[in-house]
């Protein structure tokens, strides 16, 4: 029985009588469902009796047994006769929810994808769950796996030919079965041809960029040309191939294209190839990478650089007086390494090059030997002049004493002198030095 579902129970008892004395019973395990009888029935002539009762079976009523039990009672004028019927087993199934697919909805001939069908609510377990699996109209190998009251069927789908397919799939258990069913589009779409002419190709020549698919399934392939930067050419269904044409300048070196296939814009799928335009051209020097003039002070590190641009990458030769010099090396900068450097780039399609001028600052000998000798010159007038001062100071003051000493002996002793050899009230001496 299924799950929730309105059934009728009947017991029919044969060859009966007489009936108005007859009761029977119907009963689901210990639990009396109905019981009937027949005061009505007249007559006592044998006749058969059906009994009938409708039952709606819950999750607990499952395992359990059904019964019909009667009773004949003749007394007090006879026996009282009881009998039952032989006990059936009520199974309860319940499956109330539809089955759900999980498989792309596109599938790419001559490839494998997974289809599962899963059911939930499965009762009484989910391992009573039977499942089909088909794809187009094929059955598949399955493995059922539960988890609960949940049952999955996986399987794998895979087709040689194009088309639409339909995936069913039909769960039963027990009386109650449920089924779903989901198209699947088998396409065919070959991976596109991306064509760049003249690749590599010499700076200022003519570039044409072909986008082009093969047969697809279904028909209506979308192709879009693209670069790095944006949309180049969009290509309607059906039409002719996407193409871009340029002129090849060092910009373009390494400039990559995409090629992109889709069956449409209502189905997402996208196939793409790349390429990368090859662009040669000759050595170009510039200030950024060979700067036309160093200033390097004597005695320091320094390194001689200078890079050139081109396709393929440029040989750089420097030279000075004619004789090779180290790029890229740090030395210990000399005054004889002032001068003007020859650097030339070439590669297989041109040269160019470039003089760089090296000055190289240092200290100058001679002014510092002349303020050396200026400074010494200064010190020596300093030191004589200042000889001479402390010289005439001194013989002024040995005079004074001398002064001193004889104007004491000619007998004025009252008489002062002072420090600077001038006496008060007496004639001004001369004195010479």
Not at 73 to 88: I, K, Q, W, Y
Not at 129 to 147: D, H, I, K, Y
Not at 176 to 191: D, I, M, W
Request: aromatic share 6%.
């Amino acid at each position: 029985m299924e799950l929730g579902q309105a059934y009728n129970l009947t017991c029919r008892v044969l060859n009966v009588a007489p009936v108005r004395h007859l009761t029977v019973t119907l009963r689901l395990g210990g639990r009396t469902l109905h019981t009937e009888t027949f005061p009505n029935h007249t007559g006592d002539a044998a006749d058969d009796v059906t009994v009938t009762h409708e039952i709606t079976p819950r999750r607990r009523d499952h395992g359990q047994e059904v019964t019909c039990h009667t009773a004949l009672d003749l007394r007090p004028h006879g026996r009282h006769f009881e009998n039952s019927s032989s006990a059936v087993e009520l199974r309860v199934y319940a499956l109330p929810e539809e089955p759900q697919l999980q498989t792309p909805h596109y599938l790419e001939v001559g490839t494998e994808a997974p289809a599962r069908c899963t059911v939930a609510g499965v009762f009484p377990a989910a391992g009573e769950a039977r499942f089909t699996l088909s794809f187009g109209g094929e059955s598949l190998n399955f493995t059922v796996t539960t988890s609960g009251d949940m049952a999955t069927a996986q399987g794998e789908v895979w087709t040689p030919a194009p088309g639409w397919r339909e995936l069913n799939c039909t769960v039963s258990v027990g009386p109650v079965s449920r089924s779903a069913g989901q198209s699947v589009l088998v396409y065919s779409l070959p991976e596109p041809v991306l064509e760049v002419t003249e690749s590599p190709t010499r700076v200022n020549s003519s570039v044409t960029v072909t986008c082009r698919s093969s047969e697809a399934d279904p028909r209506g392939v979308l192709l879009q040309l693209r670069d790095a930067k944006q949309l180049r050419v969009p290509s309607a269904p059906a039409q002719a191939p996407a193409q871009y044409q340029l002129t090849a300048g060092e910009e373009d070196n390494g400039r990559e294209f995409t090629c992109e296939a889709s069956l449409g814009s209502h189905i997402s799928i996208v196939k793409r190839t790349s390429a990368r335009l090859t662009v040669f051209y000759g050595p170009r020097i510039d200030d950024s990478g060979c700067p036309r003039e160093w200033t390097w002070q004597e005695g320091t590190e320094q390194t001689f650089t200078c890079l050139a641009w081109g396709n393929p990458a440029p040989a750089v030769v420097c030279t000075k007086d004619g004789v090779s010099i180290s790029i890229g090396v740090q030395w210990r900068v000399r005054r004889e390494d002032a001068g003007t450097y020859h650097c030339e780039a070439s590669n297989a399609h041109s040269s160019a090059s470039r003089d760089v001028t090296v000055l190289v600052e240092y200290p100058n000998v001679l002014l510092w030997v002349l303020v050396a000798l200026a400074g010494a010159g200064a010190l020596t007038g300093l030191a004589v002049g200042y000889y001479m001062y402390y010289r005439s100071t001194r013989i002024r003051k040995y005079r004074l004493k001398q002064e001193q000493a004889k104007l004491a002996k000619q007998g004025k002793p009252d008489e002062q002198t002072s420090l600077n050899g001038a006496a008060q009230n007496t004639p001004e001496v001369e004195h010479s030095v």
